[in-house]
């Protein structure tokens, strides 16, 4: 009760000293903004085609180093028609073809009747539904784009249609909640390992690019790619990485980073690709990549993904169409409705597609046509991949290889020299790049907690982000300096009365101990931007997280950060002693107190509270705990480093309660 009463009472002090539930968010978004601008400085200074041509190579090369490259595999497709239905004018191919050596793409091919020669396709690619290929909406735009005389290749995408990867055949379901919660499931492991899972999405559509230029009926130089939401993600990412394609209908989801900042929403892990932001680029840059190719740009006005930065980018690369003398072929097309991919979108990017691969008009009416049941699509006899090919490998499979290939590395160097690199990519994730200052320590209460003097204090831990901690002390301690115990747990001081009994123990053997609030934690945690809760799976800490993401940055690197810092902060005290400093960690916070150990010396004992999990069990168990896990992810550790090697180098400053 009293522990209660005193957070509440630091709660009210905090809030009247500085705004520090504004602070982690305006932080995120002025690194965004400043990026941003950048980006667009850069792109201004493109002046000419051989210029533009430069900046799109490495554009292309930035952004698959970001994904950790592309799988390298162009082994044979393998490819298998399972089924075909007759329909109207045309037929529909049930196709299975190996992106990957036992990655099954399930795919719906649509081929008109009485084809006089290799003509136009079209690749579509879907959107966050379950369904995948055999959703109707999705089925009403492949109808309408096959009726004007287009093939049609419509693919299933990871965790969608028959693709489950955490289908499981004693249930006969899948045990994810849907695509997105699949996508994350299997999304966020791939940070860890440094091979984000959008790099499976972009090579599955590639090689589908592949099956399409392996068919007779289809002129390998007119082929186009559209979909939408998820769909014109993946629709996005190819205009960058395949430059086959001869036209593209990206749909409900170019917008810009700027706004979609601001929209407060969080995106799926296939939708973020670290650093894209810190080095610059765009939604912008998914046209450029295109000129002079036809481009059409299909959006909603009540979107998610804001209507403003979708007119911002079309505007903006219309120069570089220009540039070629052919303006035309770049437009943007609007449909009054929410996140959808309408009747009216359908038309249109019926007719655009027809236009540029065919060379003819088009007059197409989707409103009329009808669509199949979903299982008549299926390519498999039950629906599930899963179900008929025990040999089928999932983003799960593929991300522990990657995991295997990374320890395998490191058998071939000595542990003292993986120590050393592993300090040295640490030392680039946390502290280059952050601005400094000072402290700058401010006391705002003194509290008795019964036998407990509580101090809070708050302190600038980078320019516009502060920290916060209580200092505690027992009110029979000897005047004088007193070394420090600082404490990291989760939830900081709001959990101070769950280890108040660890508290008095340590105060009554004449330690003061500091239990720290890093950023976005305890007193210092954010206001609420979304309607998630600040903790939840897509809520506020994780929309943030996904910023530093982009950024290059993550919450972890940053509390990292934090912990030294803090230290910088006791140092200014003058009755704190730092020469025998100990850092008690527990729970989830373990890696933010053990990294910031092996990057500072001042750290003496670090001394682990209960049980960490090691960082790969988020890779190597199927179904791993996700509470709150991308807060403990630096992308790319698992490259380096997972806890039990940082407790191995750590082994003389390491103790365990």
Known sequence: MFADSLIQKTKRACLATFDVASQLQRV?????????????????????PAQLEAYRTRLRQDLIDALGDL????APLHARVTGQIQENGYRIEKIIFESRPHVYVTANLYLPDRLDGPTGAVLFLCGHSQAGKQYETYQVVCRSLVSAGLIVLAQDPVGQGERFGYFEPSAGTSVMAGPTAEHDHAGTPCLLTGAPITRYFIHDAMRSIDYLCQRPEVDPERIGVTGSSGGGTQTCLMMIC??????????????????????GGAQDAEQIWPCYTALGYDHEDFLLAMAPRPVQVNAVTSDFFPIEGTRRSVQRAARFWEMYGKPGNLTLCEDDSTHKFTPELARQTTVFMARHLLGREADPDPKAISCLEPDRLWCTPGGQVKQVFPDARFVYEENLAVNQANMDRWKRVTDEQRRT???VWLEERVLVGRPACAPNARLLTTESLKDLTVQSYLWWSQPGLMNHAYRIRSVAASPGPSPA????????????????DWIRSACAQGSQVFVLDPSGVGHVAPCPINDRGIQEHYGTLFKLNDDLLWLGDSLAALRAFDVIR???????????????????????????????????????????VGAASPLADIVTKRYYDDERVRSR?????????DLPDLDRWLADRLAFS
């Open 28 to 48: 995120v978004y002025d690194r965004s903004l400043a990026a941003f601008a950048a980006g667009d400085t850069r792109r201004d200074q493109i002046v000419n």
């Open 71 to 74: 799988p390298d595999c162009d």
């Open 242 to 263: 395949d430059p086959r394609l001869a036209a593209a209908a990206p749909t409900n989801f170019l917008t810009s980073r700027r706004d979609y900042l601001f929209a």
């Open 421 to 423: 690199q592993t300090r």
């Open 485 to 500: 115990i600082l404490a990291l747990w989760d939830d900081g001081t709001l959990a101070l009365p769950a280890h108040l």
């Open 566 to 608: 803090a230290i910088d902060m006791l140092a200014t005290l003058p009755d704190c002693r730092l020469d025998a400093l100990q850092l008690f960690v527990s729970g989830r916070s373990n890696i933010y107190g053990k990294v910031a150990a092996l990057l500072d010396a001042r750290i003496r004992l670090v001394v682990q």
């Open 633 to 641: 992810i630096i992308p790319g550790m698992l490259r380096f480093a």
